[in-house]
C-alpha cells in the first residue's frame, strides 16, 4: 500500500464521489431528491454505525450542538445538490456548489488577494451556465448554490468536530442527523416508491458515497498535507463534468469547457495560502478542516 502515490487515493475518492452523483439520477427519478438523500444518508448511517459503534458517553454538552449543526449540515448539502441535479447538468451543479469551500478556502487563507479567486470561479459559473442563450434553469442553479453555502457550513462544523472526534466517529454521529434532516423532506417524496430494489439501489449508492470516499480520503491524507489535497480536491468539478458527459450524455460546449477549467484553476490557487505541518504518519488522520467532497470535501460525507 506504502507504493501506492497518495494523490491516487484522492483520485479515486473524487471519482467515487462524482460516480455516485452521477448513478443517483435514476433514484432521483424514483423517489424524488429528497427521498434519494433520505435513503442514501439512512443507509449510510447504517454502515457507518455497523463500523463506528460510536460512544454517546463520549459526546459532552459542548458537543452537542456542533453535532447537531453539522449533521443538518450535511443533510440540507445533500437535498440540496440532488435537487440541484434534477434541472442542471452534474459538471454545473459541482461547479456552482465548488464556490462555497472555495470562498472557505479563500477566508482563510488570511490574504486579501486570495479573496479575488471565488471571483473567478464565479466567471468560470457564468460561462458555464451561459445565461445570455436563455436557457438557464434558475430553480437549478439556486439549488447548487444552496448546496455551496450548506458545504461550507459543512467545513466550518467538520474543524469542531474534527478537534474532537476521530474521522469514522465524527461520521457515525452526524450522518444519522444528516438523515433526519433529510427525512423531513424525503419520506413524503418517496413514500409508496421504496422496494427492495430501491433499498438495494441507495445501498449502492451509500457505499459510493460516502462510505468509499471517506476511507480513501483518509488514506491520501495520512500521507499528504491539507494544502496538497485541497489543491487536488479543485479538479472535482472537472470529473463531474467528465462522468456527466459519460454516463448522463451531458455534452458541454466549448464555452463550458473554458468554464470548467477556470473553475479548476481559482480552486487550486485558492489552496496556495494554507498551511499544516506534516503529520506524523503514526497519528491517525482526524476529519480535515480543508474542502474536500461530498459525504463532498472534509471528507465528502454526504454529497
Given at each position: 500500500m506504502t507504493r501506492v502515490p497518495p494523490w491516487s487515493f484522492a483520485v479515486l475518492?473524487?471519482?467515487?464521489?462524482?460516480?455516485g452523483s452521477a448513478l443517483s439520477v435514476g433514484l432521483i427519478d424514483e423517489v424524488g431528491a429528497g427521498g434519494t438523500a433520505w435513503l442514501r444518508l439512512s443507509m449510510g448511517a447504517i454502515v457507518f454505525?455497523?463500523?463506528?459503534?460510536?460512544?454517546?458517553?463520549?459526546?459532552?454538552?459542548a458537543d452537542v450542538v456542533p453535532l447537531l449543526a453539522l449533521g443538518v449540515a450535511t443533510g440540507l448539502m445533500t437535498v440540496f445538490f440532488l435537487a440541484a441535479l434534477e434541472r442542471i447538468p452534474l459538471g454545473t451543479a459541482v461547479a456552482i456548489e465548488f464556490l462555497g469551500p472555495l470562498t472557505v478556502a479563500a477566508v482563510r487563507s488570511g490574504g486579501r488577494r486570495a479573496l479575488?479567486?471565488?471571483?473567478?470561479?464565479?466567471?468560470?459559473?457564468?460561462?458555464?451556465?451561459?445565461?445570455?442563450?436563455?436557457?438557464?434553469?434558475?430553480?437549478?442553479?439556486?439549488?447548487?448554490?444552496?448546496?455551496?453555502i450548506g458545504w461550507?457550513?459543512?467545513?466550518?462544523?467538520?474543524?469542531?468536530?474534527?478537534?474532537r472526534f476521530d474521522g469514522i466517529q465524527g461520521l457515525a454521529l452526524t450522518i444519522p442527523v444528516a438523515a433526519l434532516t433529510a427525512a423531513v423532506v424525503g419520506v413524503p417524496q418517496a413514500w409508496g416508491q421504496i422496494d427492495i430494489t430501491v433499498l438495494l439501489t441507495a445501498l449502492g449508492l451509500a457505499l459510493l458515497l460516502p462510505v468509499l470516499p471517506?476511507?480513501?480520503?483518509?488514506?491520501?491524507?495520512?500521507?499528504?498535507?491539507h494544502t496538497a489535497f485541497g489543491t487536488l480536491m479543485a479538479v472535482e468539478p472537472a470529473i463531474g463534468l467528465v462522468l456527466g458527459l459519460l454516463i448522463l450524455a451531458q455534452?458541454?460546449?466549448?464555452?463550458?469547457?473554458?468554464?470548467?477549467?477556470?473553475v479548476v484553476l481559482a480552486g487550486a490557487a485558492a489552496q496556495r495560502g494554507g498551511r499544516r505541518e506534516?503529520?506524523?504518519?503514526?497519528?491517525?488522520?482526524?476529519?480535515?478542516?480543508?474542502?474536500?467532497?461530498?459525504?463532498?470535501?472534509?471528507?465528502?460525507?454526504?454529497?
Open positions: 475518492a473524487m471519482f467515487s464521489v462524482q460516480l454505525l455497523l463500523i463506528a459503534r460510536p460512544r454517546l458517553a463520549a459526546i459532552r454538552r479575488v479567486w471565488p471571483i473567478v470561479a464565479l466567471a468560470g459559473v457564468v460561462l458555464l451556465t451561459e445565461p445570455w442563450l436563455g436557457e438557464i434553469d434558475p430553480l437549478g442553479v439556486l439549488f447548487a448554490a444552496l448546496a455551496g461550507g457550513a459543512y467545513i466550518y462544523f467538520t474543524q469542531t468536530i474534527g478537534d471517506f476511507a480513501l480520503e483518509m488514506l491520501a491524507l495520512r500521507r499528504m498535507t455534452s458541454p460546449s466549448a464555452v463550458q469547457v473554458v468554464g470548467i477549467v477556470i506534516a503529520a506524523d504518519a503514526r497519528t491517525p488522520a482526524r476529519l480535515p478542516a480543508a474542502p474536500g467532497r461530498r459525504g463532498r470535501r472534509a471528507p465528502c460525507a454526504a454529497r
